[in-house]
């Protein structure tokens, strides 16, 4: 062939790979793959398709113009974005500049629970079609409707936080490390992955049918953009690792394990939209011995990283609307740190100093009566799910970084 391999495995076979219909190759080839698409495979090209999650932010026009009219970027960046080729791969210090307020990046990692058990036990009759079927449509989730979902996400989130519907669907603002099988590895700004991995797990839910058995533990760390893409991926790994050992309980005792998100090294289920308990929570809890191995969470700690986040954007828009002040959000921090144990337990005294800070410190009346509220009797609703007070100022830290963060201007620390 007059084309050389874009891939050479030796004695195991050469890789080529074409934009459009190449006979020359195509009649030598063993199998011929049309890559996240199924068009050439049904107008008889190829013998099949297979779907790789390869979304790379990319430099359009439209983006080039965003960053020079609207980052802060410094003369240096300024002058490499000018001289950088359209369509090229887009740096990550230029993706940070996507984000709102602080312009960090945050790093996803995460994969199925429990995936080895649910091949061994989960399939009623045990055949090598009912299992290559099972890997097969998680394959399909993790390379395939991965792309759709970041497509629409990154979408939806330059129309509403961005301000510019320019940005069309076909830019995506998330760079996909790696994503197949059970598992990936995003990075992408930092509310944007934040927003992402609530809608993945709600939309890996429906994709299972409901089946609580399938569930999917992840880690955010939020980092700098010049930090090395090895970092990220140990800092994720230990996150990750954090939430496959979580455990949560409910009001009414009933516990869980896994299928959580770790930020700032919390832990946090995803949604109230996921319902069930799970077969593998029942073997653990419902034996006598093995639910002996786990240290049970002493107060109620089943809280959905949803509804955190959105009372987090609550404040931020309080903020932006110069409703409550940042000094306020740090000071709740102060109080935080010194009256919130690191297993939870909260001081009572800390009640009549948050009273004290928001009276003193808010003018406007309608939001005060709000963070009274949320933080000293009803605690906060969002839909069908509901935070305690307690939990709201347990998780006061995760609130109100996220908050601060959003409402920063533009810093971009390492």
């Known amino acids: 062939m007059s084309k050389e391999p874009d891939l050479d495995f030796g004695k195991f076979g050469k890789v080529y790979l074409f934009n459009k219909p190449e006979p020359e190759i195509m009649t030598k080839a063993k199998e011929v793959l049309n890559l996240n698409s199924t068009k050439l495979a049904e107008e008889g090209h190829t013998n099949g398709f297979k779907f790789i999650a390869n979304i790379v932010p990319t430099l359009t026009y439209e983006v080039k113009d965003y960053l020079l009219k609207y980052a802060d970027l410094e003369e240096k960046e300024r002058e490499e974005l000018k001289n950088q080729p359209i369509n090229s791969i887009l740096p990550l210090n230029y993706i940070a500049e996507f984000a709102k307020g602080d312009k960090k990046l945050a790093v996803l990692r995460a994969d199925v629970d429990n995936l080895g058990l649910i091949f061994s036990d989960g399939l009623r009759r045990y055949t090598i079609s009912r299992i290559a079927t099972l890997s097969r449509m998680l394959d399909l989730f993790f390379t395939g409707y991965i792309s759709i979902l970041i497509n629409k996400v990154s979408d939806d989130y330059a129309k509403r936080e961005l301000g510019n519907t320019n940005l069309k669907a076909k830019q995506k603002l998330i760079y996909t490390v790696y994503a197949g099988g059970d ?109 002996k191995l786990y240290k049970k969470p002493q107060d109620d700690n089943y809280v959905n990283f949803e509804t955190i986040l959105s009372i987090s954007n609550k404040i931020a828009e309080y903020m932006e609307e110069k409703k409550m002040s940042r000094a306020l959000a740090y000071r709740l921090l102060s109080l935080h740190r010194v009256y919130v144990s690191e297993d939870g337990k909260i001081d009572p005294i800390i009640y009549p100093k948050i009273f004290y800070q928001i009276g003193r410190n808010v003018k406007n009346e309608s939001v005060r009566n709000l963070l009274v509220e949320w933080l000293l009797r009803k605690g906060y609703s969002y839909g069908e799910d509901s935070l305690s007070k307690e939990n709201v100022i347990r998780n006061l830290d995760v609130i109100l970084s996220i908050a601060l963060m959003k409402t920063r201007g533009g810093k971009k620390d390492d």
Not at 211 to 221: A, L, R, V, Y
Not at 259 to 275: G, L, N, P
């Open 183 to 291: 598992d990936l590895f995003l990075i992408g700004p930092y509310n944007l992955i934040l927003d992402f991995v609530v809608e993945l797990r709600k939309k890996f839910y429906k994709y299972t049918a409901n089946n609580t058995d399938f569930g999917i533990s992840g880690g955010i760390p939020i980092v700098g953009s010049k930090v090395s893409l090895e970092y990220m991926a140990k800092i994720s790994e230990e996150m990750e690792s954090i939430s496959k050992s979580a455990i949560f309980a409910t009001k009414n005792k009933q516990n869980y394990l896994k299928d959580a998100i770790t930020i700032f090294e919390k832990s946090f289920k995803y949604s109230s939209e996921i319902k069930g308990y799970s077969t593998y929570n029942q073997r653990i809890f419902g034996d006598e011995e093995l639910s």
